[in-house]
């Protein structure tokens, strides 16, 4: 199954999974009860969760990849 990426860096993308989470790069995106329209077909979407992003940079630099 294919679902669509809301906010973070992984805004827009599409990607296979399904549950209630997706990781994407050192990201993590929860599920919602949100359709989204792309490529031509209905997709579940995912929100971007930044609590549970894997540090990078360092300081207030801290984001996800």
């Not at 990201?27 to 579940?44: A, F, N, P, V, W």
Request: aromatic fraction near 8%; charge should be negative.
């Amino acid at each position: 199954m294919d679902v669509l990426l809301r906010g973070g860096p992984g805004d827009g993308q599409v990607v296979s999974g399904g549950g209630q989470t997706v990781a994407w790069g050192a990201c993590l995106y929860e599920i919602t009860s949100e359709r989204g329209h792309r490529q031509g077909r209905d997709l579940g979407v995912y929100r971007h969760r930044p609590d549970y992003c894997e540090p990078y940079g360092r300081g207030a630099e801290d984001r996800c990849e």
